[in-house]
């Protein structure tokens, strides 16, 4: 016989990203075996970080206060924005230490088969924050898959009229995989965005 409020949590947690059945059913027993201290504790973390993050009025990059800390940050170069889909490729970029440019967080790509236009997702937000002409180089780092691509694309169009570089990451091979398993783009990509040495 089935546990219904069990059965409901797994399916609560199967909801997430990438979770799959064995994952959710981990977790939903972890919880089941937090005292009350701790499930008080994980609720209370749920709710607090619920209520109290939001977009940054800037880049709509998350952060608890008006504007994030990169924003918020003098030494960061606002003549460069980095444009990504997700708040997580922020933090993948943070960690490298190497940029120190802005960014936009545009919240996802342009899909239509998923009823996602441009209006969906933070383009204007961008483009507004090209009226103080402060802005030199924009740079897509959108993921390069066809939507990623189309948005990529879509928002060059916009800003080329306005004067400003639209620059693209390079993708190429990953360090330590074999030449013979890249697939044609990804050594197309390679070959583009190769270095001198």
Known sequence: MAIVSLEKLIEEFRK???????????????????????TKSLVDAI?????????????CNLT????????????????VICVVEDPRDVAAFERTHEYKGVYHVLHGVISPMNGIGPDNI??????????????????MATNPTAEGEATAM????????????????????????????????TLTRALAGRNLL
Do not use: F, Q, W
């Open 122 to 139: 933070r383009i204007k937000e961008l483009i507004s924050r090209m009226a103080d002409d402060s802005v030199n180089e924009v740079i």
């Open 64 to 79: 608890e206060g008006e504007k994030c800390g990169i924003c918020d940050n003098p030494n960061r170069d606002g003549s």
């Open 16 to 38: 997430m990203p990438s979770v799959g059945v064995k994952s959710a059913e981990r977790m939903a027993y972890y919880i089941l075996g937090l005292d009350d201290e701790g």
């Open 47 to 59: 709710s607090n970080a619920h209520e109290s993050i939001h977009t940054c009025k800037v880049c």
């Open 154 to 185: 879509y928002i060059a169009r916009l800003l080329k009229p306005m004067g400003i570089k639209v620059s693209r990451l390079a993708y190429g091979i990953p360090v330590g995989s074999d030449l013979e398993y890249a697939d044609e783009v």
